[in-house]
């Protein structure tokens, strides 16, 4: 069983950042790929950045140049950093792991909320 806890989430003004991260519980971290989705209010949750036990890193369009996904092995957390924010990057933020075996993402955090101010 893998715990994900997210933290970093509040209220920022548009233009501004936040960084969020996601520790996990689990020493096999590094095989995991991680994922960051988000779900605005009557919308689908839909996958904003991930990255790769091996690093390769995807982005939806809608954040590329903006966001930056990373990972710290040794601390078994993924961070995503949010850069020049809109009031359209408002949603819950998920964290989210795929482990080793998996075909899609299995493991989800609580989600922290993001709500940029225009």
């Known amino acids: 069983q893998v715990q994900l806890v997210e933290s970093g989430g509040g209220l920022v003004q548009a233009g501004g950042s936040l960084r969020l991260s996601c520790a996990a519980s689990?020493?096999?971290?590094?095989?995991?790929?991680m994922g960051w989705f988000r779900q605005a209010p009557g919308k689908e949750r839909v996958l904003v950045a991930q990255i790769r036990s091996g690093g390769s890193t995807d982005y939806a369009n809608s954040v590329k140049g903006r966001f930056t996904i990373s990972r710290d092995n040794a601390e078994n957390t993924v961070y995503l950093q949010m850069n020049s924010l809109q009031p359209e990057d408002t949603a819950v933020y998920y964290c989210?792991?795929?482990?080793?075996?998996?075909?899609?993402?299995?493991?989800w955090g609580q989600g922290t909320q993001v709500t940029v101010s225009s």
């Open positions: 689990q020493r096999t971290f590094s095989t995991y790929a």
């Open positions: 989210a792991a795929q482990t080793w075996t998996a075909s899609n993402y299995n493991y």
